[in-house]
């Protein structure tokens, strides 16, 4: 009971968040070679697929950080990245949308990789391991825990 509160919690706090555009239209610039930015689209605040995927996100939150994954939450025009972040830098839901061809009042989740690639989509919700899975499958990712173990 006190996870679902949680998570309530947190979708209530991202319901008010509006992303300002960022400086230039070219989408998620600033995570580019960064992070692999997961993205949660969702038709609207309080949305049950958005609240059931932000809780298998967040108590998977150890596992997205160590990997570079940051989530982002896109609910109509508003962008709310779960860890924080400079909203000046991030595009709006609107931009979002149109880049990443998520139609308005619906649901999907889609992982970016560094290089700033579509690497997964999904139209219904998506279990962190899969994710995580996926990004340690990666050459980039292969490179970085070999560097990280030297």
């Keep these: 009971m006190m996870k679902i509160a949680a998570i309530v919690a947190i979708a209530v706090a991202i319901a008010p968040v509006a992303s300002a555009a960022p400086s230039s239209a070219g989408g998620l610039d600033a995570y580019r070679s960064k992070a692999r930015p997961v993205l949660v689209f969702a038709p609207r605040h309080g949305d049950k697929q958005m609240i059931d995927q932000l809780g298998r996100l967040t108590a998977a939150g150890g596992e997205l950080a160590d990997r570079d994954m940051p989530v982002l939450v896109i609910t109509g025009d508003d962008v709310a990245d779960l860890a924080g972040g400079d909203p000046t830098t991030r595009p709006s839901g609107k931009q ?27 139209d219904s919700l998506v279990e962190p391991a899969r994710l995580t899975a996926l990004v340690d499958a990666m050459p980039m990712r292969q490179n970085e825990a070999r560097a990280a173990t030297k």
């Design 96 to 122: 979002l949308r149109k880049l990443y061809g998520v139609a308005d009042g619906t649901f999907a989740v889609v992982l970016v990789g560094k290089d700033g690639g579509e690497k997964f989509r999904s």
